[in-house]
């Protein structure tokens, strides 16, 4: 995810790009996608397409893994903006790239210019960096979705804010007037000025003060809160007239945090005003204060936040019941449970593979049943055994006679038990066998290991 070097797009040829949409397409239902699959999608000769396959694996297009089942490419992050670039060029938005402007948690900026020279600002959308990987937590673009990939989720946040800036643009907020988006790109209007982190003086602090709180209060009136409201996401022109940026986080003034959210945006302007310019106020907005007069939260279906992620937000704030939280650190026991369990996702064949080998294990669970079904029989049986070794009949038991087992646990539990320390422990060995290296095809792989067993293994073999 370092700096993005676009020398090597010149060179690129119309059947490369089409290699690469048939990775991404191929990538909606599959973890890694296999080179017969590729030319297919692509409508290329097979030959043709391995040599192009891995011409753009040289160059870090592409990234070529080994699976437990199949190997295959996986579209990498230069290779996703190689093609949100290309589809950029050919609309005539952008004709020239320059160099790297900003870069933040979640996204990096850079500056380019259009076919007539005007310049323009480019946001790449990088979600997955090591700073930001709960965004679960953090927004709603998982829905009903369990998992997704980086590069989707990436898509996803820049559709979102690319809606929010035209909808705000529209309504006249001090905000960069958006030109156009393509996956994960954002191509908006460049606006000269500074960071008001990097403001040392300003000529009027009182008025600076007093037009970013309208503005939330604006927001607010709006039916959103901007979640992000500091100094570091507000530029200062050179007549000191603030614009605002970033808008993913944005969400609802219908969320049930969402008072927590616009204080949180009030109290980041004045502490930032006392540090850096010495100056308090008494008049600020409150929550209580705000008049609804719009609906671009429901315009651009502006929530942010799921009720999974409201109650992590909750339970890190102090605002969330205690039994709230045990409930929520049991669903999170089970789902870390859940992905132990299923280690591989994403192409059927594993799957289907994986239910096989646990087919496999019945075996063995079946010897565990049979083990304690007998030991419950004998614990029931009716004759039992006082402490000086007399035989206690059924009638002594049921008049309130004692008698001792070898364990207080239930034969039923110790079988859960047993059953997912054997599972646990195929889990492990499971993911042993699939760090590989190199690029030997799977089928290779498995027909090395037959061989290996065949030569390895006693008995009918012998003879």
């Known amino acids: ?236 022109t050179e007549d000191e007239k603030p614009v605002i940026i970033d808008f993913p986080q944005m969400i609802s003034t219908q969320h049930p945090n969402a008072e927590f959210f616009f204080n949180r945006d009030v109290n980041c302007i004045k502490d930032f005003f006392k540090k850096r310019f010495a100056f308090e106020s008494e008049l600020f907005p409150k929550f209580v204060d705000v008049e609804r007069v719009d609906n671009l939260d429901a315009e651009v279906l502006c929530s942010g936040f799921t009720k999974q992620m409201s109650k992590h937000i909750n339970k890190e704030l102090g605002i969330e019941n205690s039994s709230e939280s045990d409930s929520d650190g049991d669903e999170n026991e089970e789902k870390r449970e859940e992905s132990c369990v299923n280690t591989d996702k994403g192409h059927s064949e594993e799957s289907e593979s994986i239910q096989d080998e646990n087919a496999c294990k019945i075996n063995e669970y079946a010897s565990i049943d049979l083990i304690f079904d007998k030991m419950k029989i004998e614990n029931q049986s009716p004759d039992k055994h006082d402490a000086d070794g007399s035989v206690l009949s059924s009638e002594d038991c049921d008049n309130g006679s004692l008698w001792s087992s070898a364990t207080t646990i239930p034969p039923d539990e110790i079988k859960k038990r047993v059953k997912k320390q054997i599972l646990n422990k195929e889990t492990r060995v499971q993911r042993k066998k699939c760090v590989a290296k190199g690029e030997a095809s799977a089928v290779t792989r498995s027909r090395r290991e037959n061989l290996n067993t065949i030569k390895g293994s006693k008995g009918i073999w012998d003879d």
Not at 182 to 196: A, D, F, Q, S, W
Not at 203 to 208: D, M
């Open 1 to 236: 995810m370092g700096k993005l070097n676009v020398t090597v797009m010149r060179y690129l040829t119309p059947e490369d790009f089409r290699v690469l949409t048939a990775v991404e397409m191929g990538m909606k239902n599959h973890e890694l996608v296999p080179g017969p699959m590729v030319a297919s999608i692509a409508n290329l000769q097979h030959g043709g397409v391995h040599k192009l396959l891995r011409e753009l694996c040289k160059h870090r297009l592409l990234s070529y893994e080994r699976g437990k089942k199949y190997d295959g490419y996986r579209l990498t992050n230069t290779g996703y903006d190689y093609l949100a670039l290309h589809s950029l060029t050919k609309r005539n938005v952008v004709g020239s790239f320059g160099n790297q402007i900003g870069v933040g948690k979640e996204s990096n900026i850079y500056i380019v210019a259009d076919p007539e020279g005007e310049e323009l600002c480019l946001k790449l959308h990088r979600l997955g960096r090591v700073c930001f990987r709960k965004v679960s937590e953090k927004r709603d673009y998982h829905k009903h979705r369990k998992s997704a990939s980086w590069l989707y989720l990436s898509r996803i946040s820049a559709t979102k804010e690319f809606a929010y800036m035209k909808a705000l643009h529209d309504r006249k907020f001090p905000v960069p007037k958006p030109m156009d988006f393509n996956r994960h790109c954002v191509v908006m209007e460049l606006i000269k000025g500074t960071l008001l982190n990097h403001v040392m003086e300003v000529q009027s602090v009182e008025a600076l003060y007093d037009e970013l709180m309208n503005l939330i209060v604006r927001f607010a009136d709006s039916g959103v809160i901007h979640g992000d409201f500091n100094e570091f996401n507000i530029i200062l």
